[in-house]
């Protein structure tokens, strides 16, 4: 392939390429129909257009621009450092230092990567508006898929009502007026044998 001559246009182009392989890594979450596990691109896609679909339902001062970028950078570090299931206490042992290395790699390729890593850092310390706000989306889209999808990976993983409560606490403070659903919808799948109380 040709790249131009402008060094950070090629990298952009560079860049470009690299992300494709976000199609190629598939989660343990499926589809909302359940006919195929879904991959990073989709989730990604997924979850930034719920950031529209919830705006109005974002805390106070949420930046949604800043949470665009950081629904579309969260999980780029998965094309070197792989997925790691959310319950999964072993892989999630080694997850941090994988991720940072691939971290280093992946956004020192674009110019604006220091930007994107500081966005990318933030969603994952979950402390500011904009962090809860995207983490939120990122915690209640696999939550639906397993709601749609009879405890999906929950049921498969023999994951517990305490687990899925500790996952999602961040909606709590996220999208606050959706807490109460997240609650019922946990307490539904419990009853219907889904979930282990």
Request: hydrophobic letters at 45%; proline letters at 4%; aromatic letters at 10%.
């Amino acid at each position: 392939m040709i790249f131009p001559e402008d060094k950070n246009l090629a990298r952009a182009l560079e860049f470009t390429v690299e992300m494709d392989k976000m199609k190629s890594i598939f989660r343990r979450s499926s589809i909302f129909d359940g006919s195929r596990r879904e991959n990073d691109a989709e989730h990604s896609f997924h979850i930034a257009v719920m950031a529209l679909a919830f705006e109005k339902y974002a805390p106070e001062g949420v930046n949604l621009l800043r949470v665009l970028k950081m629904l579309l950078v969260h999980d780029i570090v998965e094309i070197d450092a792989g997925d790691t299931f959310a319950y999964d206490k072993e892989a999630n042992l080694t997850k941090k230092e994988r991720e940072e290395k691939a971290a280093s790699r992946l956004f020192s390729m674009i110019e604006n990567g220091q930007e994107l890593r500081a966005l990318w850092e933030e969603f994952d310390a979950m402390q500011t508006p904009d962090a809860l706000y995207a983490i939120s989306l990122d915690r209640l889209e696999p939550f639906l898929a397993n709601c749609l999808n009879k405890g999906d990976t929950w049921f498969a993983g023999g994951v517990g009502k305490e687990a899925i409560l500790k996952r999602m606490a961040p909606i709590e403070k996220g999208i606050p007026a959706l807490w109460p659903t997240i609650l019922d919808l946990i307490e539904e799948n419990v009853e219907n044998g889904y979930v282990s109380d």
